[in-house]
């Protein structure tokens, strides 16, 4: 961030002041966003704050490009600055990952997974069937082969990390199309320790014979290793495809090396390019030169025209994400997530696999007899903003669970480090000791409704406050 304070401020006064032209409603909701967000202790995950420039990038002309194809190879004629800024993501992705394909025209993680999916179909189902029938399209094929070939394609299975073990929505549940699409099952952690079983999951990759492993997470706290899953994988011939939506800033950041990167372990990566990684919301798929064919296939196969004003961004975050500091950003994101474990534990508080190793941290509220819906209630109530989230056998399913999922990602970027990660740890348990769950109309206690002393939520809110206040957030925006 190297532009002057001057610059950014009047690019985003500017900006606001030609909406408010046209529809002031807008413009107020845009400016009452940076006020919310400034005021606001977020812990959620999954999200962060995408620098000004990387804002900057997404309010502009290139919107109004239709680009569909690839890269030179474009349905619409004009694409030359739309090829430049892809051009430039994908050098970026494929530096910064050491990937030798990527493809960044995702419109978000469930496209990515769409398009990975889509592409693995095709290379393993779709194009053998086209060689055994000796045609080049699948316009060439007879009525008889193209419904043989339909079936087959429905016919799919795949082995995916289940919800409440921290899996992702997208890794085969029925509420997804991933769900319908596939013959799924799911693996899990080992009920004692709460950490993946790897020996568990060999077995049923034996059993099942998926076509695809996913790896990857929304809620796990702690590390995959990515060698062992793909020698899963090669062992009963699946394609291993890892999901790194949460934490591919942490791999972008050198943090997670070696076993832990899945870049080169997995034939195909998918992520998210707004959470840990920092960008614009969107996707990305990185992976193998056999799949990459197929991979860039991603529209027409699910996606319609790219949106090359996102492209812009994430190009700008892709190389943001490759300057030096993004590696001390990305150790600082673990080391507070540590620090916060550690804070929450010894306040007696009980974690999913006892602690982190990454980005999150999943705290147990069972112990202060709360449900997850209550406990996201009430630290909401005090300005703390958290997520319930299932854990591993939840005896309050996936709608009031029994967990809070905790992330670091955000409030790193605004410049929190230990010591304020063990205040927090500190306001977090006091309003969880001091909430309990209502009485229902029935007598029993409620899953969804809590109590909690307003001096309580009032108290932790202000101390929340002072601890923002030295972190101010976009300090180099001021609206006026
Ligand atoms: C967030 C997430 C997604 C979905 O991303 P969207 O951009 O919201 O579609 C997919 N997979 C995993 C593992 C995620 O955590």
């Known amino acids: 961030m190297s532009t002057s304070a001057t610059t950014e401020s009047t690019a985003f006064r500017s900006a606001l002041e030609v909406i408010r032209g046209v529809e002031p409603r807008v413009a107020d909701a845009i400016g009452q966003e940076i006020a919310d967000q400034r005021e606001s202790l977020k812990l959620i995950a999954s999200e962060n704050y995408a620098s000004p420039a990387v804002l900057l990038a997404m309010g502009n002309w290139l919107s109004d490009k239709y680009a569909e194809g690839t890269i030179g190879r474009r349905f619409y004629a004009g694409c030359r600055n739309v090829d430049t800024v892809e051009s430039l993501a994908v050098e970026h992705a494929r530096a910064i990952f050491g990937a030798s394909h990527a493809y960044v025209q995702p419109h978000s993680g469930i496209d990515a997974n769409l398009v990975a999916f889509w592409a693995v179909l095709s290379q393993r189902v779709e194009s053998p069937a086209l060689q055994r029938a000796q045609v080049r399209h699948v316009n060439d094929l007879s009525e008889q082969d193209w419904a043989t ?28 199309i991933s769900g319908k699409m596939f013959d799924q099952r799911s693996y899990g952690t080992d009920p004692a320790t709460g950490l993946l079983d790897y020996e568990a999951l060999r077995k049923t990759a034996r059993e099942f014979r998926p076509l695809i492993i996913v790896a990857g997470y929304s809620a796990y706290p702690r590390l995959v290793n990515f060698r062992i899953m793909r020698e899963i994988a090669d062992e009963v011939g699946a394609t291993l495809m890892v999901d790194m939506a949460h934490f591919a800033g942490l791999v972008a950041g050198k943090v997670l090396t070696g076993d832990f990167d899945p870049v080169p372990h997995a034939q195909i990566v998918t992520t998210t390019t707004h959470k840990s990684l920092r960008g614009p919301r969107g996707g990305m798929v990185l992976c193998d030169a056999e799949l990459a064919e197929h991979v860039d296939r991603g529209c027409p196969m699910v996606l319609g025209g790219p949106l090359p004003h996102v492209m812009a961004a994430k190009a700008v975050a892709l190389a943001e994400a490759r300057q030096i500091d993004f590696h001390a950003y990305a150790q600082r994101i673990v080391d507070n997530a540590k620090a916060l474990a550690e804070g929450l534990l010894r306040r007696g508080a009980r974690l999913v696999t006892g602690g982190t190793d990454n980005h999150l941290v999943l705290l147990d509220v069972s112990g202060y007899g709360l449900t997850g819906r209550q406990a996201e209630s009430a630290l909401l109530d005090s300005g703390v903003v958290t997520n319930r989230n299932a854990i591993p056998q939840d005896p309050n399913g996936a709608w009031y669970t029994s967990g809070i999922r905790i992330g670091t990602p955000a409030l790193t970027t ?64 001021d609206l006026g």
């Open 149 to 176: 070939l339909r079936r087959e394609l429905g016919d799919q299975r795949m082995l995916g990390m289940s919800l409440d073990a921290g899996g992702h929505l997208t890794h085969g549940f029925r509420p997804n």
């Open 414 to 477: 605004r410049g929190l480090g230990a010591a304020e990660m063990d205040e927090i740890a500190d306001l977090i348990d006091t309003v969880l000791q001091r909430t309990e769950p209502a009485t229902a109309a029935s007598g029993k206690p409620s899953k969804a409704q809590h109590l909690l002393d307003e001096a309580v939520s009032t108290q932790v809110a202000r101390r929340a406050a002072d601890l923002l206040s030295a972190f101010p957030l976009y300090p180099t925006v």
